[in-house]
């Protein structure tokens, strides 16, 4: 057993802080568009192995039917809802305004299933030692490319690097809230957690197909579906660790 709320948090700091390692590979390097097209491929490719193997499963392991119903209504609701706010209809402006759209889309998405991956891992250092440490790797594992993949359209929309640095933070920073929440008051509640990684992998799902793909295959079709290909390959090798 974990000895201690803060050695969690801690953790799950670390944890959240690999999504700033990819956004920093991403502002030492020049994108262009096939490395675009990677990034997002890649990050699409992680993406859907974690929402099809990891998130989907547990939530339907130990959710009821009316909380799996629940993430999924607020997980869509809230992507219908995204499409209206003022940043989501620039895509008609340019280059530089799409990417920018993109950009915080991506953003919204890690930052929304990051909060109950978080509250997963609080739950499993709960568990023992043991999981939680292996959680913690795995998600360190796949926040890298997610940092790539969100930094990468908004550097090439020309967005200040100190503010892509905040945003990564900021999505960072939900993970060791969550974990945060899920030690201190869902630990009883498996339900809750189910409905909260359900509307993780909706979002997810949705930015992948919606966005990140069709936004890939736009820049280089064949280096997005190796990129995906490949983010795909890598969290399969991580999960046999797993």
Not at 7 to 24: H, R
Not at 39 to 66: D, E, I, Q, R
């Given at each position: ?20 390692l ?94 109950p ?110 990129g ?15």
């Amino acid at each position: 057993m974990v000895s201690s709320l803060p050695e969690a948090v801690i953790y799950s700091a670390w944890t959240g802080a690999s999504i700033l390692l990819g956004t920093i590979l991403v502002l030492f390097f020049s994108p262009t568009r096939k490395t675009v097209a990677f990034s997002l491929g890649m990050s699409g490719g992680v993406m859907l192995f974690v929402c099809y193997l990891t998130l989907l499963p547990s939530a339907f392991k130990h959710g009821g039917f009316l909380h799996l119903l629940t993430g999924m209504g607020t997980g869509t609701l809230l992507m219908l809802l995204l499409h209206h706010l003022p940043f989501s209809k620039v895509g008609s402006k340019g280059e530089s305004s799409h990417l920018t759209r993109l950009g915080f889309l991506l953003v919204i998405a890690v930052a929304a299933h990051n909060a109950p991956e978080g509250a997963a891992l609080g739950i499993g250092f709960k568990t023992g030692d043991h999981v939680g440490h292996t959680l913690a790797l795995a998600m360190a594992v796949h926040n890298i490319p997610e940092g790539i993949g969100l930094a990468a359209p908004l550097v090439a929309a020309g967005r200040h690097p100190l503010l892509i640095v905040f945003l990564s933070l900021l999505c960072g920073a939900t993970l060791p809230l969550g974990t945060w929440i899920g030690l201190k008051y869902l630990t009883g509640s498996p339900d809750i957690v189910s409905a909260g990684l359900i509307f993780a992998a909706v979002t997810m799902i949705w930015v992948v197909i919606c966005e990140i793909c069709p936004r890939a295959f736009t820049l280089h079709k064949p280096i997005a579906w190796v990129g995906m290909g490949f983010g795909a390959l890598f969290m399969y090798i991580i999960h046999l660790f797993h």
